[in-house]
């Protein structure tokens, strides 16, 4: 009896340590948790916008609360409400003066929406290469990549893990190029303890449906620096001034209409106030994870630069192919299996590799002045390295005690069966 018992157990622990790609029970037993994003504090907000009589930002309160309510959780002097965080981008260069043939600094991993503003403003993307760590600028590529045509640097906090803002602030300041904060993905991220957006000109914020808070499509640029500010609203507003309400139409310099309706501001307001329980939320349960999987071989974490406590949006990981024997693609595979919410390789390519780039077809018929500039393969080693062969995890503020262990026991089990094949077909040969 006790050996039946012993081998029937055997079998069992086996089983639960072996994949499921390799016949092993799943991880997950059910799924991610997850909670309504939008509510009735969105709906009373929207009931209010709408009783107003008016949704256009310079007739009702909305806009104008969620701006000082922004600028007041970031500790910022101005916020500046748009359409999405592209126009908030787009804004921020414009108020720095970024001209036709002026170059801007930018990472080569990032959501487009960093890079469609600065060839807007007939500008040329120039791509220095980031740290394997956090994904985020490498300071000395900035240096190596500044030209007498430097006019800004975008430093972006990936997946909301703050950039190496020391190194990186004063090689501009030294300089006087001005820098230019992508948030898009790092609401609530902190650095040295002040809130992301605030160590450079201009912090830029989106309210997409996919980041911390949304307003379906939204953007606020917060800034510490009044006359900033001013240009900024100019900006979003097609060079128009308002007194009152009321437009005075003698625009002195060319800008689009990126302005946020009092509909985009009633949602924002309500999420706004739940921010701060998601970003919490959200550095419990990556902690814990980061914590736990520190160890398994083959595996390298999301490195958190010094003195920044980060946000999470996502968590991005790499493997090691040659400890594994492995490609992402094939561990990606394994872990999904378990029932993990994994997708290899992140945006695919450097920026850089895009048609566009590559090819240089901005417009349909006639040059843009980022000719000047060659694109293509081997611009920046590093994030072409990270591409290769990251994982990334998604990460909700909902996600349980439950969903992180067996997370924990998924990674654990595909990571070392992928190592323990290797050291099989390694010991046969
Ligand atoms: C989402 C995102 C943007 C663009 O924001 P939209 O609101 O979609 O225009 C820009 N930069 C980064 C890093 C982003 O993640």
Known sequence: MDTIREVTANAQSQSASLPAIAGGRQAKTTPYTRELRYGDDELKELQEALAQGSLFFAHGAKVRQLEAEYAAYAGAAHAIATSSGTATIHAALMAAGVSPGDEVIVPPITDMGSIVPILFQGAIPVFADIEFGSANLDPSSVEKNITDKTRAILVVHLAGIAANMDAIKQIADERKIAIIEDCAQAHGCTYDGVMVGNLGIAGCYSLNEFKHISCGDGGVVVTNDARFAQRCRLSIDKAYTRD????????????NNYRMTELQAAVARAQLRKLDSIVSRRRVWCGELSQ???????????EVTPRCDPSWWFYLMRIDPEVLNASADRVTEALRAEGMPVTAHYIGEPIYQYPLFVNHS??????????????????????????DT??????????????????VNAFEKVFNWFASQRRMAVAAT
């Open 244 to 255: 009152f309400g009321k437009a005075r139409r003698s625009p002195s310099f060319l800008a």
């Open 292 to 302: 736990r999987l520190s160890g398994i071989r083959g595996l390298h974490l999301p």
């Open 390 to 407: 990251c994982i990334m995890l998604s990460v909700n503020e909902a996600y349980s005690a439950k969903d992180l262990s067996e997370t």
């Open 362 to 387: 901005a417009f349909d018929h006639a040059d843009h002045p980022f000719v000047a500039r060659q694109y293509g393969k081997g611009l920046c080693p590093n994030a072409e390295r990270i591409l």
